[in-house]
């Protein structure tokens, strides 16, 4: 009995000590990526940046998920229809989009300022966002690895905030929208190319179903 409990004590304390190193270990993004996350909006897969983990960490299931589903559906046919370079995939019960150099919404290097194309472009994604209002919107900002890191993280934040305010000063509600900053830490493409930095200088968009959206689709199941 006595060796049990030694064993049991030993592998609870090993998994409390892996538990607390990767705390540690994780970077200053991470962490604050996780805190402030108002109910409703996305909560799981925040850590690291995932947003699909947390589209998919968000999703209700069940009848109201369906009811759900479809309205994001039209949504993100509609996005896919007005910026035919973004990359934008149904994930869960929501949408994720990338808006790179292929979409119009890219950024030089060392700037967040939005070109007079990608103005353009999210004049049209302005409109949908408006016409599917019971929606949070979480906007993350990246980087290619030129410069250093907390430069990068400051970076990728002000672009975030600059696609964020655009769409606001087009009438989206800013209290929809949710802050991410990743900086370098999440590349999509090789940063030893000129091709992969210019795709990693980008904007990644989810966009969930907000507490009101998901009670209407609850009345709607009772129904």
Do not use: W
Not at 71 to 78: G, I, L, N, Y
């Amino acid at each position: 009995m006595k060796n049990i409990l030694r064993t049991t004590l030993a592998i609870s304390i090993v998994l409390c000590l892996i538990s607390c190193n990767a705390m540690k270990n994780a970077n200053k993004t991470q962490k604050g990526a996780g805190i402030g996350v108002a109910s409703g909006a996305i909560a799981g897969g925040i850590i690291g940046g995932n947003l699909k983990g947390a589209l998919i960490g968000a999703a209700i299931g069940g009848v109201s998920g369906a009811i759900i589903g479809n309205v994001m559906d039209k949504q993100a046919r509609k996005i896919e229809e007005a910026i035919p370079g973004a990359e934008v995939e149904r994930v869960g019960e929501g949408i994720h989009v990338v808006f790179d150099e292929n979409s119009g919404v890219n950024f030089a290097t060392n700037k967040s300022d939005l070109t007079s194309k990608s103005e353009e472009n999210l004049d049209k994604v302005a409109k949908i966002l408006i016409e599917f209002p019971d929606t949070n919107i979480t906007i993350q900002g990246h980087t290619d690895n030129t410069g250093k890191n907390d430069y990068n993280l400051s970076l990728s934040r002000k672009r975030a905030e600059s696609v964020a305010e655009y769409l606001s000063s087009n009438g989206v509600s800013f209290s929809r929208f949710r802050i991410e900053a990743l900086g370098e830490d999440a590349p999509r493409y090789d940063n030893n190319t000129v091709e992969g930095r210019a795709q990693n200088r980008r904007v990644e968009m989810a966009i969930s179903a907000n507490q009101e959206m998901i009670e209407d689709a609850q009345a709607k199941q009772r129904n």
